[in-house]
Nanobody, 114 residues
Framework: QAPVVESGGDLVQPGGSLRLSCEAS????????MAWYRQAPGKQRELVTTITSFGIATYSDDVRGRFTVSRDNAKNTMYLLMDNLKPEDTAIYYCNRVSNVRSWGQGTQVTVSS
């Protein structure tokens, strides 16, 4: 219900890095496990990474070792550091809580291309 705001997406060359930010309301964020998702053109939205309220993270096989999720509970903000980006990472990236998802933000576009 309350909005989340994703930012930081950009056009980047293969092998480059980006850091995405997800600013969420306290209502959405505090005490909740959060997640990054992505949706490539013509594909379903997929789960990229999750992070619990106290920092335990999981990653999809495609991004493990390249992406790092973190959160600042004082700022109600989650981050996604993406290293060694590949063209296959091109997608709109969304953040949300893990459970009780009711709405989605606009996402932020990541385009990996030379």
């Amino acid at each position: 219900q309350a909005p989340v705001v994703e930012s930081g997406g950009d056009l980047v060359q293969p092998g480059g890095s980006l850091r995405l930010s997800c600013e969420a309301s306290e209502y959405i964020f505090k005490g909740k496990a959060m997640a990054w998702y992505r949706q490539a053109p013509g594909k379903q939205r997929e789960l990229v990474t999750t992070i619990t309220s106290f920092g335990i993270a999981t990653y999809s096989d495609d991004v493990r070792g390249r992406f790092t999720v973190s959160r600042d509970n004082a700022k109600n903000t989650m981050y996604l550091l993406m290293d060694n980006l590949k063209p296959e990472d091109t997608a709109i990236y969304y953040c949300n809580r893990v459970s009780n998802v009711r709405s989605w933000g606009q996402g932020t576009q990541v385009t990996v291309s030379s």
